[in-house]
């Protein structure tokens, strides 16, 4: 065996256990991950050389939920690399230890692993894995679209709306369309707060006290902006699903509501894109 690949431990709520390690270890998850055929839903971490793997059941039929059931949220496997797997099972089992599976399996993170029965290992489950061992895009992959979706509301705790995400979802090109007589729309890697993008911004208009004049300022981020009058636009994204994300057009400290989506936002601006400034 190589190194301790990981440490696996059992949650109740992934999203809370998600904000609380990247609290523990200053450091964000880089990584969520549904495994399906295990009824499972993980979360990565790493600090330094090691990793952390946060792990949610799917159901109730799920292996970590019949672990929370008996022992509680907690450490729930150790795992460690090896470089072939099938060779480490065989030897295992032929110093007596107990195998999970006569075969490995595909796990998270395109990874082949197998577990070992704890009671051969001091009450301790252990995981085998073998690290990209099935074909798939390098590690150092940037992520999807979807993949990038997904962080974001986890770390934000935040639910992009249906409509405002189908046009993330869009090519370069195609959001550059929506362009017209210097008004800008974003990316998704130029999405930010109206803090982030604008807190400090002290020119003309000024826009440093948006942050006291914009009720819920957090929560509100920036997808657009028309340069003639150095306005931008913000929805107001909620923590549940909702049939309403409020759009406001700001300039400065003023703001003003202008509509109830990201959807009623571009028919306004497509019909006469004045309707949307302030």
């Known amino acids: 065996m190589n190194k301790i690949e990981h440490i696996g431990i059992a949650v109740n709520n992934l999203e809370a256990a998600g904000s609380l390690y990247e609290k523990l270890l200053n450091t964000a998850v880089y990584k969520i991950e549904e495994v399906a055929s295990e009824g499972v ?11 952390v793997e946060l792990l949610e059941a799917t159901g109730e039929d799920s292996p970590i939920a019949k672990f929370i059931a008996k022992k509680g949220e907690g450490i729930h496997h150790i795992a460690f690399e090896v470089d072939d ?4 099972m ?29 009671k051969r290992t001091n009450g301790v489950l252990i995981e085998l894995c073998q690290c990209n061992a099935f074909p798939g895009k390098a590690r150092t992959r940037e992520l999807s679209k979807a ?7 986890f770390r934000n705790k935040l639910i992009i709306p249906d409509d405002l995400a189908a046009y ?11 362009n017209q007589d210097m008004f ?14 604008v807190g400090d911004f002290g020119g003309v208009p000024d826009f440093r006290n948006i942050i006291n004049t914009l009720p819920q300022h957090q929560d509100c981020f920036i997808f657009a902006d028309y340069s003639i009058t150095v306005s931008v636009f913000a929805i107001r994204l909620c923590e549940e699903k909702s049939e309403i994300n409020e759009i406001y057009s700001i300039l400065g400290d003023q703001y003003k509501i202008v509509a109830k989506s990201f959807s ?7 019909e006469d894109f004045s309707k949307v400034l302030l």
Not at 264 to 270: G, S, V
């Open 41 to 51: 839903k993980t979360a990565f971490l790493q600090s330094g050389p090691n990793k």
């Open 85 to 88: 797997i099938k060779a480490e």
């Open 90 to 118: 065989a030897r295992l089992k032929s110093e007596g230890f107990v195998l999970l599976s006569d075969e490995p399996k595909r796990g998270a993170d395109r990874k082949l692993v197998c577990f070992l029965h704890p």
């Open 147 to 153: 993949e990038q979706l997904n962080l974001f509301q």
């Open 168 to 178: 993330f979802m869009l090519n370069d090109s195609e959001i550059d369309d929506y």
């Open 184 to 197: 800008i729309f974003y990316k998704f890697d130029e999405f930010k707060s109206v803090e982030e993008e």
């Open 264 to 270: 009623e936002f571009i028919a306004l601006y497509k």
